[in-house]
């Protein structure tokens, strides 16, 4: 069982007992990815001897979670800043890494060396995203799992309402993207361009990929599904949730402190969602075997 506060990072340390207390208490404040990270984990089914690998383990908050329960677990990126603040987090943390700057479309690992691959919504920011496929099947041993999360080609409910708004409402509550946006796919290309995503996927389209590369399909699962996928449209739609995308600003909310109130509340939604009759969502998570 993955304990609520799971995500834990130690930014706020002897900075801000306020701060530093919520992160210890309630752990990574993004409801949807820490949701999906619960779902990877889950169907990774772990084992303390097992040899991970993090495909785009960027700052380091779920390598970090990993890291200090013990497991053996090698963390790869292309962003040097991102390297270092989890180098850095690490060192608070008194944890000694296994990270380093590597393309994963070119990934330099042995054939057969990892027990365990994850990917959590990164494999859509690689522009050849088979060489990732199948430089993972090839470094895998046989058996061995690969659990990645990746986002549909569909829009929320909520989102097709919004943008049907006439365009003076939609300039008071919501962003550029929704106030330009006429149709669904409209919303998509804004939401691509701005989280540089190179691909958004069809489901069937993208497990016939995969195994047509070799892999075995264990489970298919989703993230934000019918409470998480209005909440997660609306972090990305209302301006009171805007997010500052960029290595300028470190990726910010312009409201942290409403952001940091709602996402227990909105966190347990997302739980909620897992015991409804809605199956399907805007991300999808892959399990699958070589």
Not at 25 to 43: A, H, M, T, V
Not at 107 to 135: G, Q, R, W
Request: with cysteine; glycine share 4%.
């Amino acid at each position: 069982m993955i304990p609520f506060n799971y995500g834990y990072v130690p930014d706020f340390r002897k900075k801000s007992f306020i701060k530093d207390s919520y992160m210890r208490l309630f752990g990574y404040p993004y409801p949807p990815r820490k949701n999906e990270i619960r779902k990877i984990i889950q169907y990774l089914e772990l084992k303390k001897k097992d040899k991970i690998l993090d495909i785009g383990c960027g700052d380091g908050v779920w390598y970090l979670e990993l890291l200090k329960q013990g497991f053996d677990i090698t963390g790869i990126d292309v962003s040097d800043k991102d390297l270092e603040k989890l180098k850095h987090r690490a060192k608070i943390m008194g944890l000694s890494t296994k990270v380093k700057n590597e393309d994963a479309q070119k990934m330099s690992f042995e054939n057969n060396y990892f027990d365990k691959i994850l990917s959590a919504c990164t494999i859509e920011h690689i522009p050849d995203d088979d060489a990732v496929f199948k430089k993972a099947y090839q470094i895998l041993k046989n058996k061995g799992r690969f659990v990645i999360s990746i986002p549909l080609n569909v829009n929320s409910l909520y989102t097709k309402i919004i943008i049907r708004l006439p365009r003076f409402i939609k300039r008071i509550f919501f962003v550029k993207g929704v106030v330009n946006s006429v149709t669904g796919k409209d919303f998509i290309d804004f939401h691509s361009r701005k989280y540089s995503h190179f691909h958004n996927y069809n489901e069937k389209e993208i497990i016939a990929r995969l195994k047509r590369i070799g892999f075995k399909i264990r489970k298919v699962d989703y993230n934000c599904k019918f409470f998480g996928s209005t909440i997660y449209s609306m972090y990305h739609s209302l301006k009171i949730f805007e997010r500052n995308k960029s290595s300028e600003t470190d990726y910010k909310f312009k409201n942290e402190f409403l952001f940091a109130l709602v996402s227990p509340i909105f966190y347990l939604f997302f739980l909620l969602d897992d015991l409804l009759f809605l199956k399907k969502g805007q991300i999808i998570v892959i399990s699958m075997e070589k």
